[in-house]
């Protein structure tokens, strides 16, 4: 008995795990900001709407800022369907950021702010998942408003410069988030990537160009 209760005593004595605290929030974005992608096919500009899905702009802004796109691969491209990116090509730059996840931004109903052609959402595997990995429609995708894949913004200018990037690999180069098939890709990086898909489009660098802050009243 005496034993017994000597290790309840201990048991309750022990010091508590500590807790991790949460990452800061990333800091608000400007309302309307363009971004220029530099990629091995030419450069393209997303032109980035707040409004549209606050807590996706904000992380976008905070991984531009960070330089966390240069020097990575456009890994997933499907023709006619999206363009995927937003696995950085250092293995220790993607742990950092992956389980950095961001709640959900309700889809506007309407046609600006639907998947259609043009337009940048991210990818997640489930409600609340969303952290880098972020995808452009090729085509019209609007079936995708319902899955929740809210839109943050468009390309403005070289769309013609997102349909040249290699798509032979299609799903086969990491696929989807949700395929559950990418974890060789998150550990080797640009390494595993380039040395089993050599031909994937590189994107070499994304910059913010310019900075539109649109007070409202």
Same mark, same amino acid.
């Given at each position: 008995?005496? &034993?017994?209760? /000597?290790?309840?005593?201990?048991?309750?004595?022990?010091?508590?795990?500590? !807790? $991790?605290?949460?990452?800061?929030?990333?800091?608000?974005?400007?309302?309307?900001?363009?971004? &220029?992608?530099?990629?091995? #096919?030419?450069?393209?500009?997303?032109?980035?709407?707040? =409004?549209?899905?606050? $807590?996706?702009?904000?992380?976008?802004?905070?991984? !531009?800022?960070?330089?966390?796109?240069?020097?990575?691969?456009?890994? &997933?491209?499907?023709?006619?369907?999206?363009?995927?990116?937003?696995?950085?090509?250092?293995?220790?730059?993607?742990?950092?950021?992956?389980?950095?996840?961001?709640?959900?931004?309700? !889809?506007?109903?309407?046609?600006? $702010?639907?998947?259609?052609?043009?337009?940048?959402?991210?990818?997640?595997?489930?409600?609340?998942?969303?952290?880098? #990995?972020?995808?452009?429609?090729? /085509?019209?995708?609007?079936?995708?408003?319902?899955?929740?894949?809210?839109?943050?913004?468009? !390309?403005?200018?070289?769309?013609?410069?997102?349909?040249?990037?290699?798509?032979?690999?299609?799903?086969?180069?990491?696929?989807?988030?949700?395929?559950?098939? $990418?974890?060789?890709?998150?550990?080797?990086?640009?390494?595993?990537?380039? /040395?089993?898909?050599?031909?994937?489009?590189?994107?070499?660098?994304?910059?913010?160009?310019? =900075?539109?802050? =649109?007070?409202?009243?």
């Amino acid at each position: 008995m005496l &034993r017994v209760a /000597a290790l309840l005593t201990i048991l309750l004595s022990a010091p508590s795990p500590a !807790v $991790q605290p949460s990452p800061p929030p990333d800091p608000r974005a400007p309302e309307v900001f363009h971004v &220029r992608f530099e990629t091995s #096919q030419g450069s393209f500009v997303v032109e980035v709407h707040r =409004e549209w899905a606050p $807590q996706g702009a904000d992380r976008f802004h905070a991984l !531009v800022a960070a330089g966390y796109f240069d020097d990575s691969r456009f890994f &997933r491209v499907v023709p006619g369907f999206i363009a995927q990116f937003g696995v950085a090509g250092d293995p220790k730059i993607t742990a950092a950021w992956k389980d950095r996840t961001i709640p959900d931004d309700p !889809v506007r109903q309407s046609n600006i $702010q639907s998947n259609t052609r043009g337009t940048i959402a991210y990818a997640m595997t489930g409600p609340n998942t969303r952290a880098t #990995q972020l995808y452009i429609n090729l /085509a019209d995708n609007s079936r995708l408003d319902a899955q929740g894949f809210a839109p943050i913004g468009r !390309v403005t200018s070289g769309m013609e410069v997102v349909d040249r990037l290699y798509g032979g690999y299609g799903e086969g180069s990491g696929g989807g988030m949700r395929g559950g098939k $990418q974890g060789e890709m998150l550990k080797g990086g640009n390494a595993w990537l380039d /040395a089993h898909f050599p031909k994937l489009d590189h994107l070499l660098r994304a910059r913010i160009i310019e =900075e539109k802050s =649109e007070e409202k009243p």
